[in-house]
């Protein structure tokens, strides 16, 4: 860590000119940045629907130096998308980031991007770290066949075939 140490001393005199100094007082300055935030999936990997992204137990997990103010913004390079903005403080330990349906609504299909950045009490700032993954808010049915089978004792069978 880097750590800078001053002292101060206060100087005072009367009114016969007598000089006296205090004692010391000695001030550490942190002028160490945090290390940068640690991002994951919680247990999802791949390209991520809605109901993934907005799962109640958070779909991203956000590790922070302890005590730190972490800014995350989450982002999706889809049209109209709008970004979503959380602070969140560093526990030492992975934190869930929930999302809502609402949230969730606000992000278009595309590329999602969360950035987070992490700041010490004493005002330092780290550098930023990402994570990127694919959204689809629906999986779309691009193509649909439908076949009918006649069974010999007339039952109608029908099957539906998802191009994916």
Same mark, same amino acid.
């Given at each position: 860590?880097? =750590?800078?140490?001053?002292? =101060?001393?206060?100087?005072?005199? @009367?009114?016969?000119?007598?000089?006296?100094?205090?004692?010391?007082?000695?001030?550490? !300055? @942190? %002028?160490?940045?945090?290390?940068?935030?640690?991002?994951?999936?919680?247990?999802?990997?791949?390209?991520?629907?809605?109901?993934?992204?907005?799962?109640?137990?958070?779909?991203?997990?956000?590790?922070?130096?302890?005590?730190?103010?972490?800014?995350?913004?989450?982002?999706?390079?889809?049209?109209? +998308?709008?970004?979503?903005?959380?602070? $969140?403080? &560093? +526990?030492? &330990?992975?934190?869930?980031? !929930?999302?809502?349906?609402? @949230? !969730?609504?606000?992000?278009?299909?595309?590329? !999602?991007?969360?950035? %987070?950045?992490?700041?010490?009490?004493?005002?330092?700032?780290?550098?930023?770290?990402?994570?990127?993954?694919?959204?689809?808010?629906?999986?779309?049915?691009?193509?649909?066949?439908?076949?009918?089978?006649? +069974?010999?004792?007339?039952?109608?069978?029908?099957? $539906?075939?998802?191009?994916?």
């Amino acid at each position: 860590m880097l =750590f800078r140490s001053y002292q =101060f001393r206060g100087l005072v005199s @009367d009114v016969a000119g007598n000089l006296a100094f205090s004692l010391p007082v000695t001030v550490v !300055v @942190d %002028a160490t940045p945090p290390a940068a935030p640690t991002l994951a999936l919680n247990g999802l990997s791949g390209t991520l629907s809605a109901a993934q992204l907005s799962q109640s137990n958070g779909a991203i997990l956000v590790s922070a130096e302890s005590g730190s103010s972490v800014a995350v913004t989450i982002s999706s390079s889809g049209a109209g +998308s709008v970004p979503l903005n959380r602070t $969140l403080t &560093g +526990s030492g &330990g992975a934190q869930a980031i !929930v999302l809502s349906n609402t @949230d !969730v609504a606000n992000l278009k299909d595309g590329t !999602v991007t969360v950035t %987070a950045r992490a700041t010490d009490a004493a005002g330092n700032q780290g550098d930023p770290s990402t994570l990127s993954f694919g959204f689809v808010a629906q999986p779309v049915r691009s193509e649909e066949h439908t076949s009918e089978l006649q +069974s010999p004792c007339n039952l109608v069978c029908r099957l $539906l075939l998802e191009k994916k």
